[in-house]
C-alpha cells in the first residue's frame, strides 16, 4: 500500500499533463462531528475508507446518490463551505462548497505512468487506507498540496464541474 507522501510523489509530475481544475458545486449537509465518531465513507462502488472525528471536526452528507458521508477538519471545512440556512433540528445546515481542486483521472495511460493496477490501495491524509479504481480521480486541493484523495468516478460527475 502506497503511503500519502508516495503518492504525491507519483502524481505531482503527471498533473501539468493530465490535471484539471475543478470547482465543487453540489450543496451539501454537515454537522459538527461527535469526537471519536467513527465515519464509514461509502460510494456507489462501495466501501471508500474509514476515518474517526477529532475535536471540531464537521460531518459531511453529500447529496448524491450514495449520500456518502466522510470527516473535514474545522480549519479546512471554514476554508470550502458557507453556510445557506438554519440547522434543522437533527443538527444538519446546508452548505455550499466554495472550493476548487486540481484532479486528475485514472485512465489507462495515467495508472501505467503511476505504475499501479486498475485497483490499488494508498494511506488517506488520516492514516486510513484508502481505495481507488481505474476511472476514479485523484484530487489535489491546489497546487502546492500535501494530500491526494480519491473521489468515485460517479461521485465525481455529480458533484464537480470544470472550470
Do not use: C
Amino acid at each position: 500500500m502506497l503511503s500519502q507522501h508516495e503518492l504525491l510523489e507519483k502524481v505531482k509530475p503527471l498533473l501539468p499533463e493530465h490535471s484539471k481544475r475543478y470547482k465543487k458545486t453540489l450543496i451539501v449537509q454537515a454537522r459538527p462531528a461527535i469526537e471519536g465518531e467513527r465515519i464509514e465513507t461509502h460510494t456507489q462502488s462501495g466501501l471508500e475508507t474509514i476515518n474517526q472525528a477529532k475535536t471540531g471536526d464537521m460531518l459531511v452528507k453529500n447529496s448524491t446518490n450514495a449520500g456518502e458521508e466522510y470527516l473535514v477538519p474545522a480549519h479546512k471545512f471554514a476554508a470550502r463551505y458557507v453556510a445557506l440556512g438554519e440547522t434543522d433540528p437533527a443538527g444538519w445546515t446546508s452548505y455550499q462548497p466554495t472550493g476548487q481542486i486540481i484532479a486528475i483521472e485514472l485512465t489507462d495511460s495515467v495508472l501505467q505512468a503511476l505504475e499501479l493496477n486498475n485497483t490499488f490501495q494508498f494511506v488517506a491524509a488520516w492514516k486510513e487506507p484508502m481505495q481507488a479504481r481505474k476511472g476514479d480521480f485523484l484530487a489535489l486541493p491546489n497546487e502546492g498540496a500535501e494530500e491526494v484523495y480519491r473521489i468515485a468516478r460517479e461521485e465525481f460527475f455529480e458533484t464537480y464541474t470544470a472550470i
